[in-house]
């Protein structure tokens, strides 16, 4: 397995060890090692494969790419394409000094993002992954969704050594289209995910291309996309395509957790909780994540390596 190496320099507070630990989606670890194992199709065609070490020395995240044995070497093109998606996946594609200042200048973000200030959101590696996850997953609890995306990947993906421990990547779009059956998969979800490999052949899946469109046209583009409703387009939106300042308005467990830590009185309505997020531009997607993932530490202060 030929190896590659490449560096991220990271603005403000950041500890990759909050972000191997978040926990969301086909995430689980329950423990970190100092390594952040990545395994994904590359974005462009999403038809090459490979997995990615990832270790945190100071402000500087240093990076071990895998392909596959068989697989050509990469090109600098190639491994400026996968580092750029690793930044997209771990948030350190933004302004981090930015967001700590945005943090700091609000009372209750301030307060969360003191218990842990290298905190940023993980995403999903690509919205083509995203939106498989969303056919796999839906209707069952984490856990089987989980299992079944590892069987997947085991069966039809690619499974990489990354420090130790193997890591499965989902299948191309190529190879998804091959699939006729998955066991423990209902049968009317195989058309739903040939569905969106097309869309990946076809550009439609691509995070660039999405974040250009205004994020209204691009849920509602992704709802054509079969299985794909609002709560999935949303997803793939806000959490697979690298978007910070996205507000999640399209269901309310967001705005009850912030009407408990700000204190309303009342419920707002939705036109109410934009106009109150403002404070929180240019980041109102990460201002989101962060009281969901931090808030628990408020009634209970985690012990070390705590998962989200």
């Known amino acids: 397995m030929a190896a590659h190496t490449a560096a991220l320099d990271v603005t403000g507070p950041h500890e990759l060890g909050e972000v191997a630990m978040m926990g969301f989606g086909h995430r689980d670890e ?20 490979v997995g990615v070490e990832v270790r945190q020395t100071g402000q500087r995240l240093d990076l071990v ?21 690793v930044a997209r996946v771990l ?35 690509s919205p083509y992954e995203a939106a ?23 069966q039809f993906g690619a499974t990489f050594d990354l420090a ?20 423990g998969l209902p049968a009317d979800r195989i058309p739903r995910l040939h569905a969106i490999a097309r869309a990946a052949q076809q550009g439609e899946l691509s995070a660039s291309r999405l974040l250009a469109l205004d994020p209204a046209e691009a849920l ?15 997803l793939i939106v806000i959490r697979a395509c690298g978007a910070a300042d996205v507000l999640p308005t399209n269901e309310t467990s967001g705005r009850d ?17 934009e106009a109150f997020a403002d404070r929180w531009r240019p980041f109102r997607t990460w201002a989101v994540v962060l009281m969901r993932a931090l808030s628990p530490r408020l009634a ?5 390596g705590r998962r989200h």
Request: charged content about 20%; glycine content about 8%; aromatic content about 8%.
């Open 65 to 85: 790419i895998h392909t596959e044995p068989d697989a050509p070497p990469l090109d600098d093109g190639t491994v400026g394409v996968i580092t750029r998606q």
């Open 164 to 183: 130790k421990v193997a890591t499965v990547a989902v299948p191309t779009p190529a190879r998804l289209l091959q699939i006729d059956a998955i066991p």
């Open 220 to 234: 509602a583009e992704l709802q054509r996309l079969p299985g794909i409703g609002p709560f999935y387009s949303a």
């Open 300 to 304: 209970s202060p985690p012990s070390a």
């Open 30 to 49: 329950q423990a970190f090692d100092g390594v952040m194992r990545l395994a994904f199709c590359v974005d462009g065609d999403y038809e090459l494969q």
């Open 257 to 273: 957790l912030a009407r408990e830590l700000y204190g309303w009185e009342r419920n707002l309505t939705e036109a109410e909780y």
């Open 132 to 154: 498989v996850w969303s056919i796999i997953s839906a209707r069952r609890v984490r856990s089987q969704g989980i299992a079944l995306r590892t069987r997947i990947g085991q």
């Open 91 to 125: 948030s350190v594609d933004q302004d981090g000094e930015a967001f700590d200042r945005m943090c700091s200048a609000d009372p209750v973000l301030a307060r969360l993002h003191g218990l842990a200030p290298g905190f940023r959101p993980a995403l999903f590696y």
